[in-house]
Nanobody, 123 residues
Framework: VQLQASGGGLVQAGGSLRLSCAAS????????MAWFRQAPGKEREFVAR????????YYADSVKGRFTISRDNAENTVYLQMNSLKPEDTAVYYC?????????????????WGQGTLVTVSS
């Protein structure tokens, strides 16, 4: 499966953005999906994950209650709705896929990656 992330941009603190991750090549429902982010000078960190059916989700504590991960398997797309954005959310956001029903939170556990989309939150 090939992944293409989009939707990043510049937003003021308190604002919202929705990221999209479009997949091609294979049926997305066979994959568990996740979003990660990497701020300048920092390691890539887990943000959220979603099961193949979309019925189960899990979030990092830093985004819980503000971000929502969802998926539309008919459209082969995964989303990350980001509300109440903070300057510390500034990072390049990556979508990732792992085949099967897995519950990974480590970046090395995902073998398919999108190219990343930059989110900048100004104070």
């Amino acid at each position: 499966v090939q992944l293409q992330a989009s939707g990043g941009g510049l937003v003021q603190a308190g604002g919202s953005l929705r990221l999209s991750c479009a997949a091609s090549g294979r049926t997305l429902s066979s994959y568990s999906m996740a979003w990660f982010r990497q701020a300048p000078g920092k390691e890539r960190e887990f943000v959220a994950r979603i099961s193949g059916s979309g019925g189960s989700t899990y979030y990092a504590d830093s985004v819980k209650g503000r971000f929502t991960i969802s998926r539309d398997n008919a459209e082969n797309t995964v989303y990350l709705q980001m509300n109440s954005l903070k300057p510390e959310d500034t990072a390049v956001y990556y979508c990732a896929a792992a085949y099967g029903s897995v519950w990974y939170t480590k970046s090395y556990e995902y073998d398919k990656w999108g190219q990343g989309t930059l989110v900048t939150v100004s104070s």
